[in-house]
């Protein structure tokens, strides 16, 4: 193989210096190029609301968006993440005022001990950006990668629906 054809810059192993964006601020990190965004998030940015529980790509607590798509965060290295749009539940409220996706979990008491919710928010804002008006079924497939241990389910899929009329009465 001629290496000189080749575009691939190798970084690493030794950790590196990235830019992220998160919440809309460019943050700067250094970690090794092995290193998930779930542990950057948790332990470069004390953003600790995406939460590690399977760390296996299965359950859905680690969800966060990237550029809009909801994301396991567990699953994802950091150093594919520069130059894209990173969201966490810390960066959905206004300053003084809860996002509405929130206040309809609030409302509609959708948490047992909240572990999941995080992540059941921003799949449902996932869901809800591209399809703001969602039958069931779609509510069901949309936070189909979010377990939810406590069994909130009824309440979960009640929340989206309040989201939903909550969200149409802003536009
Ligand atoms: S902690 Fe990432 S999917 Fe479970
Ligand atoms: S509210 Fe406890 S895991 Fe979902």
């Given amino acids: 193989m001629n290496r000189s054809r080749c575009n691939l810059t190798v970084r690493g192993p030794a950790a590196v210096d990235l830019t992220l964006e998160v919440n809309g601020l460019d943050r700067q990190v250094r970690m090794e190029p092995r290193a998930t965004l779930l542990d950057t998030l948790r332990v470069q940015l004390a953003l600790t609301g995406a939460k590690r529980v399977c760390d296996r790509g299965e359950c859905g607590a680690c969800t966060v968006l990237i550029d809009g798509e909801a994301v396991y965060a567990c699953m994802t290295l ?22 509405p996706i929130q206040q309809a979990f609030i409302e509609t008491d959708a948490l047992q001990c909240g572990f999941c ?26 936070v189909s990668g979010n377990l939810c241990r406590c069994g909130t389910y009824p309440k979960i899929f009640r929340a989206v629906e309040r989201a939903a009329d909550l969200l149409d009465r802003e536009r």
């Fill in 78 to 99: 950091a150093v594919e993440c520069e130059g894209r749009s990173i969201v966490t539940i810390e960066g959905l409220a206004g300053e003084e005022k809860l996002h």
């Fill in 117 to 142: 919710t995080s992540g059941q928010i921003l799949a449902a804002k996932a869901l809800l950006d591209r399809n703001p008006h969602p039958t069931s079924d779609e509510i069901r497939r949309g």
